[in-house]
């Protein structure tokens, strides 16, 4: 699974690099490592919606707050599908 996070500066200002650091905690605390590739990405140009994160392309709006919520349904859930 293939999940990207903008690091663009509209982004940026909303929180990427926190909702970054807490995605990459969680991978490791589940020992996700080898399921989950986390990567940044640049501006889509969904600057309104951001933290914007996609998942093998799929896009979805992240704040810090929400990461943990957005870990557990879309990325475990869709694991565990
Ligand atoms: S800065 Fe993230 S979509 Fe533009």
Redesign the pocket.
């Known amino acids: 699974m293939r999940v990207s996070i ?1 690091i ?5 200002l909303k929180g990427s690099r926190e909702v970054i650091q807490k995605l990459q905690k969680l991978v490791s605390e589940n020992h996700l490592d080898s399921e989950v590739d986390l990567n940044g990405d640049f ?5 309104r919606k ?3 994160v996609t998942i093998d392309g799929e896009l979805y709006s992240v704040k810090p707050e929400t990461t943990e919520e957005f870990f557990q349904k879309e990325i475990l859930g869709r694991l565990n599908a």
């Open positions: 903008c663009g500066s509209a982004c940026h501006c889509s140009g969904n600057c951001g933290v914007c």
